[in-house]
C-alpha cells in the first residue's frame, strides 16, 4: 500500500472491516474534535486578496459556513447537512480555485486558499487532494504562519503527524498573537502526538484568544485527566517515571515526576531507583579509567526531593552534605567544603562544594568529592518541556495513554555530586561537567 494510505483506509482498519483494534479506535476518538462555525479555517483567509471575480468569491463564501464539516475525517457523519452535499461544494469549489490558480499563480492568498480547501477536501475522503494539498502548501511554510499551520494540520490528519506537529512548533515560536482557531488544531495534533500538556496549554490558549472559539469539553477534559501531578506519600516504580531514548553516543533519560532529564555517554551505567516518600535517585557509574591499582569508575549521584515543611534550602543542602561526606566533615582536620567555582548551574543559582581527604581511597591518592545544590519551582505547565512529537501508533499495535505522573508540586530540591579518587578525578570531572551540561530541570 503507498505511504499515503488514505483516512478512510485508516478508517476501516477500526470499523471492523479490516480489524476490530478497539484501542485503535479510542485513539481516533480522543483525537477527533466537534467543530463550529466559530472556529472556521477558511475565515483566515483574507477575501480582499483574493481574485476578484465571481467565481472565486462564490467559492470561497460558499464554504464559509461549511467548512466546519470538513475539519477532520468523520467515519459516522453526524452533522444536519448530508455529506453528499458538503462533498459536492467542496469539489465544485476546489476545481473552480485550481483553474483560478494556474491562471493566477502569483497570488500568494489563492494559493493559500486553493490549499486549504485541497485539504479539507482530503477530510471528506476525496483522495486525489492529498496531492494537490501538498503541492500548494508545502513549498511556502516559511513565508507565512497560516500556510505552515494548514500544512501541519494536513500531515498531522493524513500520515505524518510527528512533522505536523513541529510546523506548530515552529508557528508558536515565531508568531505571536495567534488566533483562537490555529490553538484548536494545535490542540488536535499535540494529541495525536502524545503532547497531552501542549494540548492543554493550547486549549487555554484558545479560551484566551480575542477570538476564542467554542472547544469540543470532551476531548479538553481527556487531555487534562492525563495530567496528575505526583504523590508524594506515594510509591512509583522506576519504569513507571523514568523513560529513556537511544540518541547517538549514548542514552537521554527523563522523568516527569522529578522533573528532571539528563543524557549519559554510552559506556557510562544508570540505576534509576524506585520514587518514594517524594524522592527520586539516579546512580552512574563512568567508565573505568586507570588508577594505580586497576581500572576505577566515579560515582554520579543524582538526587531530587520535595521540600520539607519548614525545611530551608541552606538546611537541605548541609543535611545533605553531611551525609554525603560520610561524616569526615565532623573532623575538621581530616577535610573541609570549600566554595566550588566554574560548575555549570542547570538554573539561575547553586551551591558547589569540593572536598579533598585522604581519608578515603587512600591507595588511589584520596577522594576528590564535588556537591551540587540547587531548587527549582513549579512551571505553569509541568512536563512541557520534555514533550516531544510521537509517532502514531499502528493499527495492530494496542494503544492506552498512560497516566505518567508529572512533576511534583512545589519547591523541589536537587543535589548532584561526583565520588571520584584523586587518579580518575580529572577524567570523572569531565564526564560530571558534560552531566550537568546536558541536566535539563523543569523549573520556572
Request: aromatic fraction near 10%.
Amino acid at each position: 500500500m503507498s505511504i499515503r494510505r488514505s483516512i478512510r483506509e485508516r478508517i476501516k482498519d477500526h470499523t471492523g472491516k479490516h480489524s476490530s483494534n478497539i484501542a485503535f479506535s479510542t485513539l481516533l476518538a480522543l483525537v477527533c474534535v466537534y467543530p463550529t462555525s466559530a472556529s472556521s479555517q477558511v475565515r483566515q483567509i483574507a477575501a480582499a486578496k483574493l481574485p476578484q471575480n465571481a467565481a472565486v468569491q462564490h467559492a470561497y463564501t460558499d464554504l464559509l459556513e461549511i467548512d466546519q464539516y470538513a475539519r477532520t475525517y468523520e467515519a459516522i457523519w453526524r452533522y444536519p447537512v448530508p455529506k453528499r452535499d458538503v462533498v459536492t461544494h467542496f469539489t465544485q469549489a476546489l476545481h473552480t480555485l485550481q483553474k483560478a490558480q494556474q491562471q493566477d499563480p502569483d497570488n500568494a492568498e489563492l494559493r493559500l486558499l486553493t490549499g486549504l480547501v485541497a485539504h479539507l477536501s482530503y477530510n471528506l475522503g476525496i483522495d486525489e487532494a492529498y496531492d494537490a494539498a501538498l503541492e500548494l502548501l508545502q513549498p511556502t511554510t516559511k513565508e507565512d504562519f497560516r500556510t505552515s499551520w494548514f500544512y501541519g494540520i494536513h500531515q498531522c490528519q493524513a500520515v505524518d503527524p510527528v512533522v505536523g506537529m513541529q510546523q506548530f512548533l515552529k508557528v508558536e515560536a515565531s508568531t505571536p498573537n495567534l488566533p483562537g482557531a490555529f490553538w484548536q488544531d494545535y490542540a488536535n495534533c499535540a494529541t495525536t502526538t502524545s503532547m497531552p500538556i501542549h494540548a492543554i496549554r493550547a486549549y487555554d490558549n484558545a479560551k484566551k484568544a480575542t477570538d476564542a472559539p467554542p472547544l469540543d469539553e470532551q476531548t479538553e477534559q481527556a487531555a487534562r485527566k492525563r495530567s496528575k501531578p505526583g504523590d508524594p506519600a506515594a510509591s512509583y516504580p522506576a519504569k513507571l517515571v523514568w523513560s529513556s531514548d537511544q540518541i547517538p553516543g549514548g542514552t537521554h533519560y527523563t522523568s516527569n515526576v522529578c522533573g528532571v532529564s539528563f543524557t549519559i555517554h554510552q559506556n557510562s551505567h544508570v540505576t534509576t531507583g524506585d520514587v518514594a516518600k517524594g524522592t527520586c535517585t539516579v546512580s552512574i557509574d563512568t567508565e573505568p579509567y586507570p588508577s594505580r591499582y586497576g581500572p576505577s569508575s566515579g560515582s554520579i549521584l543524582l538526587l531530587t526531593q520535595t521540600a520539607r515543611p519548614n525545611e530551608t534550602f541552606e538546611a537541605f543542602s548541609q543535611r545533605i552534605l553531611d551525609a554525603f561526606s560520610k561524616g569526615i566533615l565532623k573532623d575538621s582536620r581530616s577535610a573541609s567544603p570549600t566554595v566550588l567555582t566554574g560548575v555549570q548551574c542547570p538554573v539561575a543559582n547553586c551551591l558547589s562544594y569540593e572536598i579533598v581527604t585522604n581519608k578515603q581511597y587512600q591507595a588511589e591518592g584520596g577522594a576528590h568529592l564535588l556537591a551540587v545544590f540547587f531548587q527549582s519551582e513549579q512551571p505553569a505547565y509541568p512536563g512541557l518541556k520534555f514533550e516531544t512529537p510521537q509517532p502514531r501508533p499502528s493499527p495492530q499495535a494496542f494503544f492506552r495513554p498512560e497516566d505518567v505522573p508529572q512533576r511534583f508540586t512545589g519547591t523541589l530540591y536537587h543535589f548532584i555530586a561526583l565520588d571520584a579518587n584523586q587518579d580518575i578525578y580529572p577524567r570523572s570531572r569531565a564526564d560530571f561537567d558534560e552531566f550537568l551540561k546536558s541536566l535539563a530541570v523543569d523549573s520556572k
